[in-house]
């Protein structure tokens, strides 16, 4: 997969970044290509609807917020990126304080994870390629989890990743 198949693939629901200082200053060049060249699409994935809107805001002066999460607990979310790892950061306020999790260690794996993810749902999932979900959610958790291996193996085993296949496993989602 290439970023041209990515973006094609998103096509309208892409979000271009605006050029801006913090991100040139913060991120890694690639990171920032990908905002300003090929951007991020609005989504929905487990957990709920994830909106980019073309800007930035530094959160504890650690976190890059890039994005936000429409869910139906509608509690305050970040999609982050962590300045000093760039690795990509989900932050979810609750009233007993923030809970921060990893979701990929870049922002490229990231979207590569995002449109594995898209197509496995809409080609394999959606239609019950595997047999009736309810009764195979088993095979459709290792076969998402297989192409998410052949992009990068570690990433898996992240907080996001390693639940949401887990959920998977056992039907929750």
Same mark, same amino acid.
């Given at each position: $997969?290439?970023?041209?198949?990515?973006?094609?693939?998103?096509?309208?629901?892409?979000?271009?970044?605006? *050029? %801006?200082?913090? #991100?040139?200053?913060?991120?890694?060049?690639?990171?920032?290509?990908?905002?300003?060249?090929?951007?991020?699409?609005?989504? %929905?994935?487990?957990?709920?609807?994830?909106?980019?809107?073309?800007?930035?805001?530094?959160?504890?002066?650690?976190?890059?917020?890039?994005?936000?999460?429409?869910?139906? $607990?509608?509690?305050?979310?970040?999609?982050?990126?962590?300045?000093?790892?760039?690795? #990509?950061?989900?932050?979810?306020?609750?009233?007993?304080?923030?809970?921060?999790? /990893?979701? *990929?260690? *870049?922002?490229? /794996?990231?979207?590569?994870?995002?449109?594995?993810? &898209?197509?496995?749902? *809409?080609?394999?999932?959606?239609?019950?390629?595997?047999?009736?979900?309810?009764?195979?959610?088993? &095979?459709?958790?290792?076969?998402?989890?297989?192409?998410?291996?052949?992009?990068? &193996?570690?990433?898996?085993? /992240?907080?996001?990743?390693?639940?949401? #296949?887990?959920?998977?496993?056992?039907?929750?989602?």
């Amino acid at each position: $997969m290439n970023s041209t198949e990515i973006q094609e693939y998103f096509s309208s629901s892409m979000v271009i970044f605006e *050029n %801006n200082d913090i #991100i040139n200053q913060s991120l890694s060049k690639d990171t920032a290509d990908i905002l300003y060249k090929i951007g991020l699409p609005n989504h %929905n994935t487990f957990g709920g609807d994830y909106e980019f809107f073309g800007n930035v805001e530094l959160l504890d002066g650690k976190y890059l917020k890039i994005g936000t999460k429409n869910t139906f $607990m509608n509690e305050p979310f970040g999609l982050c990126i962590d300045i000093e790892t760039q690795q #990509i950061i989900g932050r979810t306020h609750y009233s007993e304080g923030v809970r921060t999790y /990893t979701i *990929n260690k *870049n922002l490229k /794996t990231y979207l590569e994870y995002l449109y594995t993810f &898209k197509r496995f749902s *809409n080609e394999v999932k959606i239609p019950q390629t595997l047999g009736e979900y309810h009764l195979h959610h088993e &095979k459709y958790a290792l076969e998402l989890k297989n192409r998410l291996v052949a992009i990068d &193996k570690d990433d898996v085993y /992240t907080d996001f990743w390693h639940s949401s #296949i887990g959920e998977m496993e056992l039907g929750v989602i």
